[in-house]
């Protein structure tokens, strides 16, 4: 009696196995029957004065490319794609119940699906080692992996903060809605795959279907914000910092000859990260990066610098046989008193230039408008006095510059 019980447990199970699992020629026979007398150029449906609905579904993998120059889209991707044919439904108990059978792509019908927007060339979705399952209902998968570029417009008015929205339009080729119907289940992507991208980060996806033109199309969209850190690290500071020592060349003494050199090369250098810059961004006027209005601007002032370089090397080199016009002495003086107020609080030298006889001497030849000669004001004074105005003004500007760049970027994107 022991023994009589795993022997009919054995026998139970061979059963159940032989029962519930499909052979090799169940599933032979299946294949032919369903492939018997079907016709792959014929659409599901029947009832032909139906459409076809085919649900698409896309799954993101990872962004390929984005060329900003060149308007280039790329992404890897693999679709789901679903639809009902009851040519391909069977009853699984009359096939020891297979449930699913595999079919190359080739022999069946499926939908033609390709983009209409392509970057370089037109071609359907699909390889020819990929395959469509169908289950017992009818209900077909197909799930063609695919690259997918596209021409995107786009807009680099906030490089390097900017945020770019691409489109991929899919259609079923040389139908009309009232035949084939696209549909999307989903209104977004499956990011289950996704890998990040090191430049761009995706911030939104959409998938909408629509009827337009007599296609059913499916646009799909992605909208992806730069990661900025490369471009700041490497482009905007460098020049900020390039700006600063951009006022720098007025603390130079003008007998050391390097205040012409040191300011030519300041200005070449943001030159160098202009051209750097432009090979980033598209090659079109419409729109305009505003990094390349604040490279701009620093270029125009650092040539305006060079300029002024030159001049004051003039005036701090000539000849004091040359008389120093009254304004400037003015300038002077009110510059080294204000220097000597400054300096008062720090220590108690009183400086000879701007003693209390001094001051009150120079109040009455203001109010004669005339400089006399016993106020000594050298060109050299002169050169002095405006440098230290200069450098001031110089690192004015380039704190509101910076200032104003930062605060439009942070207002408009």
Same mark, same amino acid.
């Given at each position: 009696m022991r023994t009589a019980f795993p022997i009919f447990l054995t026998l139970m199970l061979k059963t159940v196995i032989h029962v519930f699992c499909s052979t090799l020629n169940d599933v032979s026979n299946l294949y032919t029957t369903l492939l018997q007398?079907?016709?792959?150029?014929?659409?599901?449906?029947?009832?032909?004065?139906?459409? =076809?609905?085919?649900?698409?579904?896309?799954?993101?993998?990872?962004?390929?490319?984005?060329?900003?120059?060149?308007?280039? #889209?790329? $992404?890897?991707?693999?679709?789901?794609?679903? /639809?009902?044919?009851?040519?391909?439904? /069977?009853? @699984?108990?009359?096939?020891?119940?297979?449930? =699913?059978?595999? !079919?190359?792509?080739?022999?069946? /019908?499926?939908?033609?699906?390709?983009? *209409?927007?392509?970057?370089?060339?037109?071609?359907?979705? &699909?390889k020819d080692f990929m395959t469509v399952r169908y289950y017992h209902n009818g209900f077909a998968y197909w799930s063609p992996g695919e690259i997918l570029s596209s021409s995107c417009s786009v807009d680099v008015t906030y490089f390097p903060f900017d945020q770019q929205t691409c489109f991929i339009t899919l259609m079923s080729w040389g139908t009309w809605p009232n035949e084939i119907l696209l549909q999307s289940p989903l209104t977004n992507f499956k990011m289950g795959f996704y890998s990040e991208h090191g430049t761009w980060q995706i911030s939104s996806t959409s998938a909408v279907d629509s009827t337009s033109n007599g296609m059913s199309v499916i646009n799909l969209s992605v909208t992806m914000e730069r990661r900025p850190a #490369?471009?700041?690290?490497?482009?905007?500071?460098?020049?900020?910092?390039?700006?600063?020592?951009?006022?720098?060349?007025?603390?130079? @003494?003008?007998?050391?000859?390097?205040? $012409?050199?040191?300011?030519?090369?300041?200005?070449?250098?943001?030159?160098? !990260? %202009?051209?750097?810059? &432009? +090979?980033?961004? @598209?090659?079109?006027?419409? @729109? %305009?990066?505003?990094?390349?209005? #604040?490279?701009?601007?620093?270029l125009v002032f650092s040539a305006i610098i060079c300029l002024i370089t030159m001049l004051g090397l003039r005036l701090h080199f000539k000849d004091d046989?040359?008389?120093?016009?009254?304004?400037?002495?003015?300038?002077? #003086?009110?510059?080294?008193?204000?220097?000597? $107020?400054?300096?008062?609080?720090?220590?108690?030298?009183?400086?000879?230039?701007?003693? +209390?006889?001094?001051?009150?001497?120079?109040?009455?030849?203001?109010?004669?408008?005339? %400089?006399?000669? +016993? *106020?000594d004001v050298s060109w050299r004074d002169v050169s002095q006095a405006l440098d230290t105005i200069l450098l001031w003004i110089s690192i004015g500007g380039l704190v509101i510059s910076i200032i104003l760049f930062f605060i439009i970027l942070k207002k408009l994107v």
């Open positions: 007398n079907y016709n792959s150029e014929v659409r599901p449906g029947d009832n032909q004065f139906l459409p =076809t609905n085919v649900n698409v579904t896309f799954n993101l993998v990872a962004i390929q490319e984005f060329d900003e120059v060149d308007g280039k #889209f790329a $992404v890897i991707g693999f679709f789901e794609v679903t /639809w009902v044919d009851s040519r391909m439904a /069977w009853n @699984p108990l009359d096939y020891n119940y297979t449930y =699913t059978m595999l !079919f190359s792509q080739d022999i069946v /019908w499926k939908p033609t699906l390709l983009s *209409i927007n392509p970057f370089s060339k037109i071609d359907q979705l &699909g #490369f471009f700041v690290v490497n482009i905007v500071l460098p020049v900020m910092f390039l700006m600063a020592l951009n006022c720098c060349v007025f603390i130079l @003494p003008p007998e050391s000859g390097e205040r $012409v050199s040191y300011s030519i090369t300041v200005l070449l250098a943001i030159a160098v !990260f %202009m051209t750097l810059t &432009g +090979d980033n961004l @598209p090659k079109t006027s419409e @729109p %305009m990066s505003l990094l390349s209005y #604040f490279l701009m601007s620093d046989k040359h008389t120093v016009p009254s304004y400037l002495k003015r300038l002077v #003086f009110c510059c080294k008193c204000l220097s000597h $107020v400054s300096n008062k609080k720090h220590t108690n030298d009183v400086r000879p230039f701007c003693t +209390d006889e001094k001051i009150q001497q120079f109040s009455d030849i203001n109010r004669k408008d005339n %400089m006399a000669t +016993d *106020i």
